[in-house]
């Protein structure tokens, strides 16, 4: 029989659960105060007065598959070369970042499903007049790209040799030659999409034209581009930086929890959500990582993150289910397996039998778990997110909303939902440290 709390015992644990329940909300009211001043910031169109002494170079620009390097030379004939038309519809943005002038690429303009170089060429005039000029690179490529000028490798995304190494596209700026203006001169952007990327209709290639600015507009619109590439990926650093918090919590307190078993497994699942959301902000914004291990990188790490949410959840229950154990372990072996032999069939079932374990640990939270609501709310929610295609793509959810223009996915709002509510069942775990030990005892 569980000893009696004495009152200070009762009054010292009530104070602590206060303390952390009102930190818990102040940090995620200052997060969300974060974020959203940080989209709305982001989200904000160019300004006017930059872009009326800046040119978009869209309009019709040459193109070719293949690759040849004598192709960034003026004097290379690219008369038979296709035309595609890089003027964006008005308003046009990419579904992912809400980047503008968004246009569609080589596989909509008769390329479906080719991956390799591409070439893209244009005559530029540049204005007469003391003033340098600056290229501003296209925000948006798939996947690397050079650029060059008259036949001059200006810089650009990744390293495009004989294996090329390919990052995620950031704004960048190139300098034209001091001699550049009052001239006329080749702008060619050599492009590389690697195989298996790109699965769109309209992927492949360049999707924005780049900008020709004078060097101090040039300066001011490539921090507004920065601006809105960091407001793309705010929510990917700010929710880890959350998981994490909660993982210090999880674990200062963890002695004193009824739960222990149930912190330890949560914090691991957590710790490999906050990594795999991490990636995407360090892919965005540096190119510390190339898109291949990006690309492995998630094509598994939901495997144990699905598993050690399964066996964490278990352990929310007075008695874990063996059976349940087991089932996780199998499920992660078949979904190793099948992304391993790109087996699709054996990934759904990994996936599919994985969502029939959540629900039955579902169903066993709302008849014995304690704390039922909250726990029952923070598993839905992370199921929702590691399964949307299974269960939210069916009822036509959007997988990203525009909020100031920037997007944000459904998954980083159900996060923005669970992980405050993990931190408040965890708070909630706290007893007296001999009232702990004592369950401890009683269930080992």
């Not at 992304?339 to 079932?349: C, M, Q, Y």
């Amino acid at each position: 029989m569980m000893p009696e709390l004495t009152p200070a015992q009762a009054a010292s644990i009530h104070a602590t659960q206060r303390k952390l329940v009102v930190g818990v909300v102040l940090a995620t009211l200052m997060s969300f105060a974060v974020v959203i001043l940080d989209l709305a910031h982001g989200g904000r169109s160019d300004p006017s007065t930059l872009r009326a002494e800046a040119t978009l170079l869209n309009g019709a620009w040459r193109f070719r598959t293949g690759d040849a390097p004598g192709w960034a030379a003026p004097e290379a004939d690219d008369s038979g070369w296709e035309t595609i038309d890089m003027t964006a519809p008005p308003g046009s943005h990419d579904g992912d970042v809400g980047l503008p002038d968004y246009v569609g690429g080589w596989m909509a303009h008769g390329h479906p499903g080719y991956h390799g170089f591409a070439w893209y060429r244009r005559m530029v005039t540049v204005p007469a007049g003391p003033t340098s000029w600056d290229i501003l690179g296209p925000t948006l490529v798939e996947d690397g790209y050079e650029l060059y000028w008259n036949g001059q490798r200006l810089g650009g995304s990744g390293r495009l040799d004989q294996d090329p190494r390919v990052v995620g596209t950031r704004p960048l700026q190139f300098r034209l030659p001091a001699d550049a203006a009052g001239t006329r001169g080749l702008l060619a952007v050599r492009v590389f999409a690697l195989p298996g990327s790109a699965p769109g209709a309209d992927g492949g290639g360049m999707h924005s034209a780049p900008i020709l600015a004078p060097r101090p507009i040039a300066e001011a619109l490539h921090r507004v581009q920065w601006e809105r590439t960091i407001a793309g990926y705010i929510v990917e650093v700010i929710e880890p930086i959350a998981m994490f918090a909660v993982i210090g919590i999880a674990l200062k307190f963890r002695s004193r929890s009824s739960h222990k078993g149930f912190l330890i497994l949560a914090s691991i699942a957590l710790a490999l959500m906050a990594i795999r959301r991490l990636n995407n902000a360090i892919v965005a914004w540096t190119d510390q990582m190339d898109l291949r291990t990006y690309s492995w990188l998630a094509s598994w790490m939901w495997i144990p993150t699905v598993a050690f949410w399964t066996l964490a959840w278990n352990r929310w229950c007075a008695r874990p289910w063996r059976s349940i154990d087991v089932s996780a372990i199998l499920l992660a072996a078949v979904g190793i397996t099948g992304t391993l032999a790109h087996a699709a069939g054996l990934t759904r079932a990994s996936r599919l039998g994985s969502i029939a374990l959540f629900i039955a640990i579902t169903v066993r939270i709302a008849r014995e778990g304690p704390n039922r609501i909250l726990a029952i709310v923070a598993t839905a929610s992370i199921t929702a997110a590691l399964f949307g295609s299974e269960l939210l793509d069916p009822v036509r959810l959007p997988g990203i909303w525009f909020p100031f223009g920037i997007g944000v996915s459904r998954t980083q709002y159900l996060y923005a939902i669970a992980v405050p509510l993990l931190a408040f069942l965890i708070v909630r775990t706290i007893q007296s440290g001999s009232e702990s030990d004592q369950k401890s005892g009683t269930t080992r």
